[in-house]
Structure formats: C-alpha cells, structure tokens
C-alpha cells in the first residue's frame, strides 16, 4: 500500500475514491458473488431483509401494492450458498476505526446463527472491512468467538493488529471486486487446525 | 392408509383435518425446521420474501414506516441451510391433484437455481404434497430434471406413479411434523447411483 505524502484528509478521500470507488461493502460483496455466480464457481446471494406486510392494496388489473410495512430484525445473517461443496454463512461488517474493530455491532443472534451453522459442519465467518483502510478481511467464526468471550472480561473489540493477525485478508481485484472465495479456500484448508491466538 | 367408506367430499375433509390439521405444506416445512434447529439436527430457513421498497416514512421516535412497496419475483428456491455437513436448497410445492404433479408451476429461475446448487456440490430438491392425499415427497433434482425434459416434448407433468416410484416418500409425524431430513439421508446415500427411470 503506498502512503501518499499528503494531508491526512486528502490522502484518505482519494484513497477510497480510487481503491474501491467508495463502493460499500456490501456492493462488493454483492457484485462479486454475480460474477462467482456467472462463472460457475459458487452460489451466494444475500437473503432479502425480512418486512411485516401489514396492509396490502389492490388496484384492478395491477401488481399488489404494500401501502404499510415494517422491518422485521433478521434471525441469520445476511448471505449463505454452497461452494464447492461447502456450505457457506456469513455476514459483512463495515467500521471507519482504523485501530480497531468493534464488537458491539455483532448482534447476539448473528452469533448464535454462526455457531449453529459451524456446528452442522457449514463454513461461517464475517467478511470485515476497515474502510479507510482500504482493508477487508475473513474473520473466521472460531476467531470471533474467541474475542467476543474475551469481551466479557474486558476490551470490546479485536485490535486492528489482531486482525492482520488471527484474520485472512482479502485484497479487492477487479473481477470479482472482492475475491473472498481465495480466503474460503484457505481458512477451509486450516480448519482442521485448531486456533490458539 | 384407511380408506373410510364415506362419500368423497365427506372423506377429503375429514382426512385432512385430522392428518395434518389443515396446514399448509409450508407451515409444516416451518414448523419443522424449528425443531430441528432446536434439536440442533439441521439449520434451515425460509428466505423473506424480497420487497421492493418505494417510500418510507420515519415518524419521530417510532420506527421506520415502509408505506409504498411492491413484491419482487425471488431469483432462488425458499429454503435452504446446512445439515451434516451438506449445503440444502429446497422449495415446497403443492397440487391438489390426486393424479399427477404438474410441472409449470415450477419457475424457470428455480430451475437455474437449483442446477447451479446441485452443481457446487449441493443438495438440491423440491419437497411436494398432494395435498388430499396426505401424501408427501421428496423430489431429488435430477429426476425432477429429468421430468423437465421430457416435458418439452409432451406431458406437462408427472404422473402420481412416477412420483410414488422415483421420489422420496416423507411420513407426517408428530415431531417434527414433516421429518424430511429423512428423505435428506436417503436422498444422499443414493445420489451416487446415477438416476434411471
């Protein structure tokens, strides 16, 4: 990564808008599984959020129109499919800290979702994004649970330097923009490994 | 099955609320899942339907009111998990036939959907109900593909005894409602073997 010799605020606008093209996360994500999935190289789609329809119209000879609705809070995470065989769950997570990633915004169910998922042998993990970094990571959930049982005690995040550590990182390509299957292969490869930070 | 000596309609109507109380196949697919998932045997969900959002209001203080939206046509099956290390991808279909198990009522896009799966190395499936028979089964991918072509040529569906001698029967039951994790096992233990009708 080359660090321009400019202003602190210069250099980060610039960076997003030329690494990632201020895309969100999520946009990557999205993009890159269109094109696994064009490429025949795996099936991903992020789930649709759930909504409570509470009243529906009928105009003659129209489409059904939803006239009032709430967003219901989502009992898994927000992609899963099947690669190669495995079965893969995951959510993304984005935070503008540069020093630290936070825990907070994990919700409990995410959690409880990953460790079920993991437990009938699928692959579960959290693709992570420090945005001013221009960094993305596969936090595998074996490594998060390890943090968020440490978060009990004391520090509510894992250090920016934790992730380089214990994560596996992904660098953004063209096509796909985000290829995460690269750190699936090896974070499956070293599964059987256990994890001692 | 006990054949009663009633009038038809007089028996349908009893059958089926005694057999399976009058729910749909979906909710028994639901309902199932729930148990499984707190028995931790499998995790599987529904996908939310997804939501064209249009407009949404936020009154003060209260939460986010979607009033405009319109339903979009889902590009997957409804269903799909991890159970033993397999990825599963489903979808539910029901016929009130007693004779065959018409096949255009299955979107294109499931199709696709399902092809794609089984060719990451999922399990891919529909789970179908004649509905006045109380009768369900387990359509494993490749026989239903295999219907589809012939369907090109000719018949737009398969026979009840198509269904009864390629598919999978599931047994209602009591926990979980519909046990098709059975037919799952099954399902698997046979997909070596290379389908021949």
Redesign the interface.
């Known amino acids: 990564m080359i660090r321009y010799p400019t202003k602190k605020n210069t250099y980060e606008t610039k960076k997003q808008s030329v690494a990632n093209r201020g895309q969100t996360l999520e946009s990557m994500i999205d993009e890159s599984n269109l094109f696994y999935?064009a490429q025949?190289q795996?099936?991903v789609?992020k789930?649709?959020?759930?909504?409570q329809?509470v009243k529906v119209d009928y105009p003659s000879r129209q489409?059904?129109?939803?006239?009032?609705?709430?967003?219901?809070t989502?009992?898994?995470t927000d992609y899963?499919?099947?690669?190669?065989?495995?079965?893969?769950?995951f959510d993304v997570k984005e935070t503008r800290s540069k020093t630290s990633f936070p825990l907070k915004n994990i919700p409990v169910h995410q959690i409880h979702?990953l460790r079920?998922?993991k437990?009938?042998?699928?692959v579960a993990f959290l693709i992570i994004a420090f945005t001013l970094l221009d960094e993305y990571y596969l936090l595998p959930f074996e490594v998060l649970e390890y943090f968020i049982e440490r978060a009990k005690k004391g520090r509510q995040s894992m250090t920016y330097q934790e992730c380089v550590t214990y994560a596996i990182q992904i660098k953004p390509s063209f096509r796909p923009t985000l290829p995460y299957l690269k750190a699936v292969d090896e974070y499956v490869k070293s599964q059987k490994k256990s994890f001692k930070p």
């Open positions: 999935l025949g795996a099936v789609h789930k649709p959020t759930p909504i329809i489409a059904a129109k939803i006239t009032e609705a709430y967003y219901k989502p009992s898994t899963n499919g099947v690669y190669q065989g495995h079965a893969i769950d979702h079920a998922v437990a009938q042998g699928g």
